[in-house]
């Protein structure tokens, strides 16, 4: 990035936002949230991070929250990936089969 702003190419300022945009990009990849149904324990929280790290094959920032509409199962947003295996979303699929 440093070269493209001491020679200043012609489009550059459009390469430096591209770059910018992919940067920002990889950063909310390895942001998560976890959503339960009820509040996970230490060693839950902790096998959820090693998961989401192997996924992401390194370190994932993840914050956790407690959400009872879930009833159950869990709710992973990683980036724009979303995992749902909830109860809730269970069941809304299965209604929508009959």
Partial sequence: M???IERKPRGYFGILQHLHRLVKLDE???TGRVESAVALGQAQEQAVRDGL???KGGDVTVEFA???GLIGGMR???GDDVFDGSVRTRLAK???TF
């Fill in 66 to 68: 407690e959400n009872p």
């Fill in 28 to 30: 909310a990849s390895r």
């Fill in 2 to 4: 440093q070269l493209l």
């Fill in 53 to 55: 790290n192997r996924l």
């Fill in 94 to 96: 299965l209604s929508e």
């Fill in 76 to 78: 992973v947003k990683l």
